[in-house]
């Protein structure tokens, strides 16, 4: 599940390897659309993907919330014509699209989670290897991870860890950090790190560090990266096309389960309730494959983060989009809005 905030043994889970597209010839496969063809890029980061499309003769449209990433792409703009980029959340891909008059696309491609690049970047605060700010904001707007841990209640921040971490020692952690706060704020991930290693110590049949879920947990929190997910999947189903493909990476369990179960919803027939018989059955929206597909052992040894990567694909059907902007139940965590004040 722990792949891209994993320890020292994978470089690109916080060494100097610079991020590789991971699953890329899958993922171009899974595309298989003529040339010419629109895909939407929705995780654009350092343009693996959409570098590999627009030499299958793509068009693509890049979206990324991190404006670095955005900014880093000035010589693969200069080089094709055919790439636009627009800073903004992937989650967000349909207002993104609109606003460029854009009604349908033939492809959208997504990498969830957060790059190497930016874990590779201490000053970012995502990664418990390197001393930096505690931070892990993927766009540098809204609260920071040290604003969560110094000013979240202890049971909310024990249910985040608990359920986006899966952290067995939740508790424990949380706790450890209400009573170390009350002396002076976290503001640096070591610090953080130290007090989690500290707290549960290191299992040595565990080769992830002791600090491993407890910043993925901040990280998908500060970052809202689940709703993210769920609002990109609806998205799709409204943007796509007939015969339009939808691929999809996800790194751990979390993720690959609402993507899974979406695909899983919207391959079936969805049937009225048995006392409203005037209520129509809904054609499946997609056609899904029934296997992820996942990373072979050649390329897990030239990049790490394959390990646990698993490619989730789908084909748009003719049916309309089904009505609604539901979500998938999540645990009952905290809002970020809702953060409480500094001091509260």
Known sequence: MMTDLGGTEDPADGGPVRHIPVLLAPVTASLDLPPGSLIVDGTFGAGGYSAALLRRGYRVLGIDRDPSAIAGARALLDEHPALT??????????????????E???????????????IDEAERGFSFQKDGPLDMRMSGSGPTAADVVNRLKVGDLARILNFLGEERQAGRIARAIEARRTERPFERTLDLAGLVARTIGRNPKDRIDPATRTFQALRIFVNDELGELVRALLAAERMLRPGGRLSVVTF?????????RFLRDRSEAASGSRHLPDVQHKAPTFESRNRPVVGEEGEIALNPRARSAKLRSATRTQAPAREGREAHAFADLPDLADLPAAGA
Not at 104 to 118: A, E, F, K, P
């Open 85 to 102: 980029l627009r800073e903004g959340r992937f989650g967000d891909l349909e207002a993104l699209l609109r606003q460029d008059g854009v």
């Open 104 to 118: 349908t696309v033939d492809g959208i491609v997504l990498d969830i989670g957060v790059s190497s690049m930016q």
């Open 252 to 260: 751990h369990s979390l993720e690959d389960r609402i993507v899974k």
